[in-house]
């Protein structure tokens, strides 16, 4: 028997996590990168005490069909489990549309399940050499861009964007990451300033933002067709 899909918490309902939709979230148990901002670090282990069982997580998606549009795979990170492909499967056979939401650490996998998926989230950590600054793993620049190509040769719907802490990043260097991106074919790119309240390493303080943080973001938004910042 195959094994199941960890699922290390859920959210039953949102309107923000699968744009236009109505959905429900399953924050997939275990992340490969250990990004030092992350806000979920009890996500980063690949199994916890508190995961839902999937056949419970399913019993939970029975009883929303004609509630809820779509189901969003979150994390963690999904791509690392080879349950995933599996999982969305069974949730397209209830109905529900699929979001992701992935930094596609392994490519191979998202690809796999790309053909299952109606809208991508996808997480842009920093220019290819400098990701490893941010996610403490050599290599994982070229696997988040090669998931990026992936991505947009698919075909599927989907929006990018950067986390960014000010310590991590500055004006020229989101630029020049922005320009890359937009190069690439993408159209949709959101920035999300860091949540410092929670973030796995303790180190990171408080930085100011650019004095010129606004002419920064007009700047990329005449870049992108469509471009939002989130706070």
């Known amino acids: 028997m195959s094994q199941a899909l960890r699922v290390g918490g859920l959210v039953p309902?949102?309107?923000?996590?699968?744009?236009?939709h109505l959905a429900c979230v399953l924050f997939c148990q275990g992340c490969g990168?250990?990004?030092?901002?992350?806000?979920?670090?009890?996500?980063?282990?690949?199994?916890?005490?508190?995961?839902h069982p999937w056949a419970d997580v399913l019993c939970f998606l029975r009883q929303r069909v004609g509630l809820l549009e779509a189901v969003v795979f979150?994390?963690?990170?999904?791509?690392?489990?080879?349950?995933?492909?599996?999982?969305?499967?069974?949730?397209?056979a209830l109905g529900f549309k699929v979001g992701l939401h992935s930094a596609g650490i392994k490519p191979a996998l998202l690809k796999k399940v790309l053909p299952l998926v109606d809208?991508?989230?996808?997480?842009?950590?920093?220019?290819?050499?400098?990701s490893a600054a941010i996610t403490g793993v050599e290599g994982s620049g070229r696997a988040?861009?090669?998931?990026?190509?992936?991505?947009?040769d698919s075909g599927v719907d989907f929006e990018c964007r950067t986390t960014v802490h000010w310590q991590l990043f500055d004006a020229g260097r989101l630029e020049?990451?922005?320009e890359r991106l937009r190069a690439a074919g993408v159209e949709r790119y959101a920035v999300?300033?860091?949540?410092?309240?929670?973030?796995?390493?303790?180190?990171?303080?408080d930085a100011p933002?650019?004095?010129?943080?606004?002419?920064l973001w007009e700047r990329l938004g005449r870049l992108f067709p469509s471009f939002t910042l989130r706070g």
């Open 192 to 205: 999300q300033c860091v949540r410092t309240a929670r973030m796995l390493d303790g180190d990171l303080a």
């Open 33 to 51: 990168w250990r990004c030092r901002y992350c806000h979920n670090p009890q996500l980063i282990p690949s199994r916890s005490e508190a995961e």
């Open 144 to 152: 988040n861009w090669r998931s990026l190509e992936l991505l947009v």
């Open 74 to 92: 979150s994390g963690g990170e999904p791509t690392l489990q080879a349950a995933l492909h599996s999982a969305m499967e069974q949730v397209r």
């Open 119 to 130: 809208w991508v989230g996808f997480d842009i950590k920093a220019l290819p050499e400098d």
């Open 209 to 215: 933002a650019p004095h010129d943080q606004q002419r």
């Open 176 to 178: 020049r990451l922005a």
């Open 13 to 20: 309902l949102t309107t923000l996590d699968f744009p236009g």
